[in-house]
């Protein structure tokens, strides 16, 4: 059984950067697939990036590409989302997700927003 803890979020201003950490215990993270979502206040979560466990390829939806880099460090058992360029419209719950056929693990959130 698997534990995620994100960790990172804060209060930022507009154009700042913050990384996120979600760091595994109870299991390693090397074979799983990492996402990384988000939830806004009165919106649907959206999953944002995520990473595969067999080469360490990366995707990034549009609004968050050329901003927000997804990685992980599977000897520290932690995957990380580097945030750049923040803009408001990125405030929100940020959760980190890792799935493996058939579990999928959740972890509790960290609040990141941005504002002036």
């Known amino acids: 059984q698997a534990r995620l803890v994100e960790s990172g979020g804060g209060l930022v201003q507009p154009g700042g950067s913050l990384r996120l950490s979600c760091a595994a215990s109870g299991s390693t993270l090397d074979d799983y697939a990492i996402g990384w979502f988000r939830q806004a206040p009165g919106k649907g979560r959206e999953g944002i990036a995520c990473i595969s466990p067999i080469d360490g390829s990366t995707y990034h939806v549009p609004s968050v590409k050329g901003r927000f880099t997804i990685a992980r460090d599977n000897a520290k058992n932690t995957v990380y989302l580097q945030m750049n360029s923040l803009k408001p419209e990125d405030t929100a719950v940020y959760y980190c997700?890792?799935?493996?056929?058939?579990?999928?693990?959740w972890g509790q959130g960290t609040q990141v927003t941005v504002s002036s």
């Open positions: 997700n890792a799935f493996r056929w058939p579990t999928n693990y």
